[in-house]
């Protein structure tokens, strides 16, 4: 379904320690994926954010990270 998205998931993985980066929804546009993603660090708030990651040959080659809308 996703090129890539072991990728995504891995890059997550690998964030601070503690803190957790969790793809919900996703939206393969072709060149570019867009997902929607839970942010989770221990003792602060959680927040979500809108990403859009542009994949290449089953490689990120851009990442753009924005506060969800509504």
């Known amino acids: ?3 890539g998205l ?3 998931g ?3 993985l690998r ?3 503690g803190l957790r ?3 919900g929804e996703i939206k393969d546009t072709g060149h570019q994926v867009e997902c929607d993603i839970l942010v ?3 003792g602060a708030k959680s927040h979500k ?3 859009t990651f542009k994949v290449e040959a089953g490689k990120i080659t851009s990442i753009n990270l ?3 809308k509504g």
């Open 66 to 68: 924005s506060p969800a």
């Open 49 to 51: 954010l809108d990403a």
């Open 6 to 8: 072991e990728r995504v």
């Open 21 to 23: 980066m969790i793809p």
């Open 15 to 17: 964030a601070d320690k």
């Open 10 to 12: 891995g890059w997550f």
């Open 40 to 42: 989770v660090r221990p």
């Open 1 to 3: 379904m996703l090129k």
